[in-house]
């Protein structure tokens, strides 16, 4: 009996000591990884593929239409790079089957130069940049992947793929993008902002709360399909950042705190 109950409490012990140190990472199994369907959505749903194309037909159209106007600088568009116009779904997926998370192998995945083109993006930046449009690439992605980007983008056909045009975050910089497109407004007219993340268009929505993410979006409504365009991104973003007590990597059931109920009852 005694032996059983040592056993017992040795199981119990180590089974705690496994819940504790596992406690903020995805159980090794695919199928738990709050991701998945996310990275599903990306890779394999037509209707992400229709939503980036919609995104560049409604870029299309507004760049028409300013180009019908007259502007005392030269006009540029400014475009954010991962999820907006490359796709890292190739990353994620490994991520997942690999159970790790960013930043691991981040690194590998950048020097590699190997992520897709978003649906739409090529043509539509290579079309601006036809007439007569500057493009410039403003990310955060570091400077040492300067060369693999570079290669990336030319590799994909992308237009104005210089040094002069890549806007990277600069060491000791924080995430946020208005300096970098200030520095393009003072010699150029911006007339249109492409990116998946809100902060890719203003420092209004460089805010750590949801709730006020949202607001700011409901105040510029007017200006998405038209100065803003959005590329969906379900992956990760800001949005992801500021769910309430959130931290990249915790675990499914921590994000569904986060979900709203409204008045379905329980
Ligand atoms: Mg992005």
Redesign the pocket.
């Known amino acids: 009996m005694k032996i059983f109950v040592k056993f017992f409490t040795i199981l119990t012990i180590s089974s705690l000591v496994f819940a504790c140190t596992h406690d903020h990472q995805h159980p090794h199994h695919p199928g738990m990884n709050p991701t998945l369907y996310a990275t599903l959505y990306q890779q394999q749903a037509a209707e992400y593929r229709a939503l980036c194309y919609q995104a560049y037909n409604l870029a299309d159209l507004y760049l028409a239409e300013a180009l019908k106007n007259k502007y005392a600088k030269p006009l540029a568009i400014v475009t954010?790079?991962?999820?907006?116009i490359l796709d890292n779904s190739p990353y994620q997926a490994a991520a997942i089957l690999g159970n790790f998370g960013y930043p691991t192998r981040w690194a590998d995945w950048m020097n590699a130069a190997d992520a897709w083109a978003i649906p739409g993006s090529v043509e539509f930046l290579k079309k601006a940049a036809e007439a007569g449009v500057t493009i410039f690439y403003i990310?955060?992605r570091k400077e040492e992947f300067r060369q693999p980007t570079l290669q990336n983008l030319e590799k994909l056909g992308f237009p104005n793929v210089a040094d002069q045009f890549l806007l990277l975050r600069q060491e000791g910089e924080g995430n946020e993008k208005e300096s970098r497109r200030q520095k393009v407004a003072e010699q150029f007219e911006v007339v249109l902002l492409l990116?998946?993340?809100l902060d890719?268009f203003s420092g209004v929505f460089e805010v750590d709360d949801a709730g006020e993410r949202m607001l700011q979006t409901d105040l510029n409504k007017a200006s998405f399909g038209q100065k803003f365009i959005i590329v969906p991104?379900v992956v990760y973003?800001s949005w992801v950042n500021v769910l309430p007590g959130n931290q990249r990597g915790l675990p499914a059931e921590a994000l569904a705190d986060s979900l709203l109920k409204g008045l379905m009852p329980f």
């Open positions: 954010d790079i991962d999820e907006t990310s955060n990116g998946d993340n890719d991104n973003g």
